[in-house]
């Protein structure tokens, strides 16, 4: 194990900084160092846009609220396109939200933008379409279910190690993501999981040009701490964690 985390020390220093929208991969190292290299990016983007989801999810007084697409720690431009549909129990769409007779809220959402940080700099775009029930009457949870798709592309960039870039693109399914009342009391999901598929396009990598493929699930316990396993590998999210910041560590 000690081994192990010396060797992605080593190839964490060598990457630089770890972004949202992207990771380089380090051409002259092995290829479990890639490996890593790999892991720990997806980690990284992954555990940024679950932040983001989490953001989607506040919702107040028939409006969303909280779109959390930069930080003073990312130089971000984002344009963000927000539909809000609202129906009541017998799935009839209604007009505006009704805090008695609204049973559940549509909500879809599409983000595109660029971002530069560290020396680097990327674009992306982020769709999401989510449900939220569980809204009729009096609320002691509301479940959140949907799907999404994301791609994040990273321009090329030259240093010592070569030139490199990662590029990738996930579907993402939310299954029984439930958010407790009120949200002072439980400000993180109680339970339920987001599952991401990511596809990794590597270029210039020691290999050439290669495409890999991985899993990554994130699980809510009603803590700030989400379990996030990444291919088998498990890391802490830190639910907290602001834009730009890393979001989460290693077990």
Same mark, same amino acid.
């Given at each position: 194990?000690?081994?192990?985390?010396?060797?992605?020390?080593?190839?964490?220093?060598?990457?630089?900084?770890?972004?949202? *929208?992207?990771?380089?991969?380090?051409?002259?190292?092995?290829?479990?160092?890639?490996?890593?290299?790999? &892991?720990?990016?997806?980690?990284?983007?992954?555990?940024?846009?679950?932040?983001?989801?989490?953001? =989607?999810?506040?919702?107040?007084?028939?409006?969303?609220?909280?779109? #959390?697409?930069?930080?003073?720690?990312m130089t971000t431009t984002v344009s963000t396109?927000?539909?809000?549909?609202?129906?009541?129990?017998?799935?009839?769409?209604?007009?505006?939200?009704?805090?008695?007779?609204?049973?559940?809220? =549509?909500? %879809? *959402?599409?983000?595109?933008?660029?971002?530069?940080?560290?020396?680097?700099?990327?674009?992306?775009?982020?769709?999401?379409?989510? *449900?939220?029930?569980?809204?009729?009457?009096?609320? &002691?949870?509301?479940?959140?279910?949907?799907?999404?798709?994301?791609?994040?592309?990273?321009?090329?960039?030259?240093?010592? #190690?070569?030139?490199?870039?990662?590029?990738? &693109?996930m579907d993402m399914t939310m299954?029984?993501?439930?958010?407790?009342?009120?949200?002072?009391? #439980?400000?993180?999901?109680?339970?339920?999981?987001?599952?991401? =598929?990511?596809?990794?396009?590597?270029?210039?990598?020691?290999?050439?040009?290669?495409?890999?493929?991985?899993?990554?699930?994130?699980?809510?316990?009603?803590?700030? #701490?989400?379990?996030? &396993?990444?291919?088998?590998?498990?890391?802490?999210?830190?639910?907290?964690?602001?834009?730009?910041?890393?979001? %989460?560590?290693?077990?």
């Amino acid at each position: 194990m000690g081994n192990r985390i010396n060797r992605l020390a080593a190839v964490g220093a060598l990457i630089g900084g770890l972004s949202a *929208v992207g990771c380089d991969a380090v051409l002259d190292q092995t290829a479990e160092d890639l490996d890593l290299a790999i &892991t720990e990016s997806t980690a990284t983007v992954v555990a940024d846009a679950v932040i983001r989801d989490l953001g =989607h999810m506040y919702f107040g007084g028939g409006g969303m609220m909280g779109d #959390f697409e930069s930080s003073s720690a990312m130089t971000t431009t984002v344009s963000t396109t927000r539909t809000v549909t609202f129906f009541d129990a017998d799935g009839l769409e209604q007009g505006e939200f009704d805090p008695v007779t609204t049973a559940s809220i =549509h909500i %879809h *959402v599409v983000s595109e933008g660029s971002a530069d940080r560290n020396g680097w700099s990327g674009e992306f775009s982020r769709e999401r379409d989510m *449900v939220v029930s569980g809204l009729e009457g009096t609320e &002691t949870s509301r479940v959140w279910n949907g799907t999404g798709n994301a791609s994040v592309v990273r321009s090329s960039q030259s240093d010592e #190690f070569g030139t490199r870039t990662f590029d990738m &693109t996930m579907d993402m399914t939310m299954e029984d993501v439930t958010r407790g009342l009120p949200r002072t009391e #439980f400000p993180w999901p109680l339970s339920g999981t987001i599952t991401r =598929h990511v596809v990794v396009q590597i270029v210039n990598g020691p290999n050439g040009n290669e495409t890999r493929e991985l899993t990554v699930i994130v699980e809510f316990n009603g803590t700030q #701490f989400a379990s996030m &396993t990444v291919n088998g590998e498990t890391f802490d999210l830190d639910l907290a964690a602001r834009q730009g910041e890393r979001a %989460h560590r290693n077990r």
